[in-house]
Nanobody, 114 residues
Framework: VQLQASGGGLVQPGGSLTLTCAAS????????MGWYRQALGQQREYIAV???????TYEDSVKGRFTISTDNTKNTMYLHMNSLKPEDTAVYYC?????????WGQGTLVTVSS
């Protein structure tokens, strides 16, 4: 399966954005999918993970602001981001954990600035 992330862009502080991760095949059989981000000059960090399309975990700085979800009928994962802050500026990546290893999509840039 291949992943295609999209939806990034420029947004003002306090604004909202939804990222989309479209898979080339079915995602219903995978144990977990997640979103990560990498700010300039920093290491890639975990943001949110969804397990078997049901349970979720979030990094502390995005709890209550970001929501991860999947739509198995569309083979798509989403990251709904609210109350965005300048420190959320980064390239956002999606991944899926498969029995053969972890697959990453290409990144999509989110810039939070006035």
């Amino acid at each position: 399966v291949q992943l295609q992330a999209s939806g990034g862009g420029l947004v003002q502080p306090g604004g909202s954005l939804t990222l989309t991760c479209a898979a080339s095949g079915s995602i219903s059989g995978f144990s977990s999918m997640g979103w990560y981000r990498q700010a300039l000059g920093q290491q890639r960090e975990y943001i949110a993970v969804i397990f078997t399309g049901v349970s979720t975990t979030y990094e502390d700085s995005v709890k209550g602001r970001f929501t991860i979800s999947t739509d198995n009928t569309k083979n798509t994962m989403y990251l709904h981001m609210n109350s965005l802050k300048p420190e959320d500026t980064a390239v956002y990546y999606c991944n899926v954990v498969t029995p053969r290893g972890t697959i990453w999509g290409q990144g999509t840039l989110v810039t939070v600035s006035s």
